[in-house]
């Protein structure tokens, strides 16, 4: 078995092709490009080839080494791994047979046969933070992994047992949708809920939240800003709460999957996650409030993520853990 593998994150706006060595977790290579949603996903996928042809020219020998290519996509994948159903933000991806179309288009430009495999990609992050950050940490295989990315939404993925949990519906780990406020003026959820998490504690959520109360719609990293720079001010004390505040909408994600499977290890990840000395408070409340079955103190779960690209690495990865 090679332990050469390419890793391909599909997102809204960019792509990134690379060359891992999975047993170092090191990204020999890597290539980026842009997508443009509107396009069809047979374009999308032949940009992604066009950006491997030139990777292999660029790594020449150890590219002729690679015979898995993992490609993770920010959407509903079968739990197989070779059906895309849906991804929210690329309109044109629906039931799309993605591994099927890949391995073919990969024959034809490099005249081999490839293995491939699709993965959601906060799944796929999960898998990379678990490989290269907790288990190495923990040393252990068994260790039980909550992971969070915090973006434009909240997406989870859970690793128990070695093995990442999908579910026949893909739903696993979704905690974005756990319906955590139940107050009467909760607001509607992207999936047509109300109060999910996800309406708490994503960028969406932050940016509205700031326009209700500073009268301006900051996104997270400009609010952020807007506390370095004036620490003392009075908007910094409303920015800090609106971040601790969906802290602590996470804290209670993460007790409500730590009773259903005992979570070792939670590993915080996503672009909002830039903002997390403001968001661990609201996290560490409530987890001091409400989690009182833990034996010990739970804020030693909590770990930052700390790989560069966890869905290139993860999809790389995703045999091991399918
Ligand atoms: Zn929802």
Same mark, same amino acid.
């Given at each position: 078995?090679?332990?050469?593998?390419? &890793?391909?994150?599909?997102?809204?706006?960019?792509?990134?092709?690379?060359?891992?060595?999975?047993?170092?977790?090191?990204?020999?290579?890597?290539?980026?490009?842009?997508?443009?949603?509107? %396009?069809?996903?047979?374009?999308?996928?032949?940009?992604?080839?066009?950006?491997?042809?030139?990777?292999?020219?660029?790594?020449?020998?150890? %590219?002729?080494?690679?015979?898995?290519?993992?490609?993770?996509?920010?959407?509903?994948? +079968?739990?197989? &791994?070779?059906?895309?159903?849906?991804?929210?933000?690329?309109?044109?991806?629906?039931?799309?047979? /993605?591994?099927?179309?890949?391995?073919?288009?990969?024959?034809? !430009?490099?005249?081999?046969?490839?293995?491939?495999? =699709?993965?959601?990609?906060?799944?796929?992050?999960?898998?990379?933070?678990?490989?290269?950050?907790?288990? *190495?940490?923990?040393?252990?295989?068994?260790?039980?992994?909550?992971?969070? =990315?915090?973006?434009?939404?909240?997406?989870?993925?859970?690793? @128990?047992?070695?093995?990442?949990? /999908? &579910?026949?519906?893909?739903?696993?780990?979704?905690?974005?949708?756990?319906? $955590?406020?139940?107050?009467?003026?909760?607001?509607?959820?992207?999936?047509?809920?109300?109060?999910?998490?996800?309406?708490? =504690?994503?960028?969406?959520?932050?940016?509205?939240? =700031?326009?209700?109360?500073?009268?301006?719609?900051?996104?997270?990293?400009?609010?952020?800003?807007?506390?370095?720079?004036?620490?003392?001010?009075?908007?910094?004390?409303?920015?800090?709460?609106?971040?601790?505040?969906? &802290?602590?909408?996470?804290?209670?994600? *993460?007790?409500?999957?730590?009773?259903?499977?005992? *979570?070792?290890?939670?590993?915080?990840?996503?672009?909002?996650?830039?903002? +997390?000395?403001?968001? $661990?408070?609201?996290? !560490?409340?409530?987890?001091?409030?409400?989690?009182?079955?833990?034996?010990?103190?739970?804020?030693?779960?909590?770990? $930052?993520?700390?790989?560069? +690209?966890?869905? /290139?690495?993860?999809?790389? $990865?995703?045999?091991? !853990? @399918?």
């Amino acid at each position: 078995m090679s332990r050469y593998r390419l &890793g391909i994150d599909l997102g809204g706006s960019h792509f990134e092709v690379g060359l891992v060595d999975i047993e170092t977790g090191a990204k020999i290579s890597s290539l980026k490009g842009k997508v443009d949603p509107q %396009f069809h996903w047979r374009e999308h996928l032949k940009d992604i080839v066009e950006a491997i042809l030139q990777l292999s020219e660029n790594t020449a020998n150890l %590219f002729g080494k690679v015979d898995k290519v993992g490609i993770a996509l920010p959407g509903n994948v +079968s739990p197989e &791994g070779d059906i895309c159903y849906k991804c929210p933000n690329l309109p044109k991806w629906r039931d799309v047979p /993605v591994s099927e179309f890949l391995r073919d288009l990969l024959k034809q !430009y490099f005249k081999r046969d490839f293995q491939v495999v =699709a993965i959601n990609d906060v799944n796929a992050a999960a898998i990379g933070e678990y490989h290269f950050n907790v288990k *190495i940490l923990l040393n252990k295989h068994s260790a039980s992994m909550l992971y969070i =990315a915090v973006g434009t939404g909240v997406g989870g993925g859970i690793v @128990l047992n070695g093995k990442l949990v /999908v &579910g026949s519906r893909g739903l696993a780990g979704e905690i974005g949708h756990l319906p $955590l406020d139940n107050s009467p003026d909760a607001p509607i959820c992207g999936c047509g809920s109300k109060g999910c998490l996800e309406t708490q =504690a994503s960028a969406k959520a932050i940016t509205r939240k =700031a326009s209700e109360r500073l009268g301006h719609n900051y996104t997270p990293r400009e609010l952020y800003n807007l506390i370095l720079k004036a620490p003392n001010s009075q908007e910094a004390s409303i920015a800090k709460d609106i971040f601790r505040e969906a &802290g602590y909408f996470l804290g209670l994600g *993460i007790i409500a999957v730590s009773y259903v499977v005992d *979570i070792d290890v939670v590993v915080l990840g996503g672009g909002v996650m830039g903002a +997390s000395e403001f968001i $661990l408070p609201g996290i !560490y409340e409530a987890l001091d409030k409400k989690f009182k079955m833990y034996p010990g103190d739970p804020k030693g779960m909590i770990l $930052l993520g700390k790989l560069d +690209s966890p869905q /290139v690495l993860g999809s790389a $990865l995703a045999w091991n !853990y @399918l």
